[in-house]
């Protein structure tokens, strides 16, 4: 099993970024994808999950900033994220969840004027 997150990088406030994971090994369909962050002296949150059926929640800080989407057809999970503030800043990880969890290597994302 693989998860394989890109798109993570530097990017000013008030800014956007679009990370995607890409999973194999998995019948992604079936399973809840999940992104994650976990800032410096942190603990690790939920930013926001979609499940097989394309139901989504959002951690209240992201709500209305961030979107996930999924691709079954391409085994994706995307988060969309606009107007990035400075405490964004982290390291985001994909999860998948059914049977099993899977771990993602992570992506890093800083805010930074």
């Known amino acids: 099993v693989q998860l394989v997150e890109s798109g993570g990088g530097l990017v000013q406030p008030g800014g956007s970024l679009r990370l995607s994971c890409a999973a194999s090994?998995?019948?992604?369909?079936?399973?809840?994808m999940g992104w994650y962050r976990q800032a410096p002296g942190k603990q690790r949150e939920l930013v926001a999950g979609?499940?097989?059926?394309?139901?989504?929640n959002y951690a209240d800080s992201v709500k209305g900033r961030f979107t996930i989407s999924r691709d079954n057809a391409k085994n994706t999970v995307d988060l969309q994220m606009h107007s990035l503030k400075l405490e964004d800043t982290a390291v985001y990880s994909c999860?998948?969840?059914?049977?099993?969890?899977?771990w993602g290597q992570g992506t890093q994302v800083t805010v930074s004027s």
């Open positions: 979609i499940t097989s059926l394309g139901t989504t």
């Open positions: 090994g998995i019948t992604f369909s079936v399973y809840g």
């Open positions: 999860n998948a969840r059914y049977s099993a969890s899977y």
